[in-house]
């Protein structure tokens, strides 16, 4: 009998913010209480891009604590979403690598503001 092949489910990318908190070595600069991190990941749909963005920020060392999913483009064009030739870019490249891009990391100040 021969084995049954399941269709093979297409790659989308989907836009990613993610908020992770310190952690030793994560290279986050001093005085931050943490990070919202933009990624633009592939997978078959956004659970499994989610959990490969989250394995991929956990093996650079990062303390991921929270994901916000916003779509894929087409969820964010219906939606509203200026996503300038920049963004598209990037989610092409997420797509043909079949990879995970971090495209934006912005710092948060570390709660009680920064001590001296």
Not at 5 to 13: C, F, G, I, L
């Amino acid at each position: 009998m021969a084995e049954e092949t399941k269709p093979k489910r297409e790659q989308r990318v989907y836009t990613l913010l993610v908020q992770v908190g310190r952690k030793p070595g994560d290279g986050l600069p001093e005085g931050s209480g943490g990070a919202g991190i933009l990624c633009y990941a592939s997978g078959v749909d956004e659970e499994e891009a989610v959990r490969e963005t989250v394995a991929l920020l956990k093996a650079a060392d990062m303390a991921p604590l929270d994901v916000t999913g916003y779509g894929t483009l087409e969820d964010r064009l219906e939606g509203g979403h200026e996503v300038p030739e920049e963004e598209r870019g990037l989610m092409a490249r997420a797509l043909a690598e079949n990879a995970v891009i971090v495209a934006e990391i912005t710092p948060f100040p570390a709660e009680g503001g920064a001590k001296d």
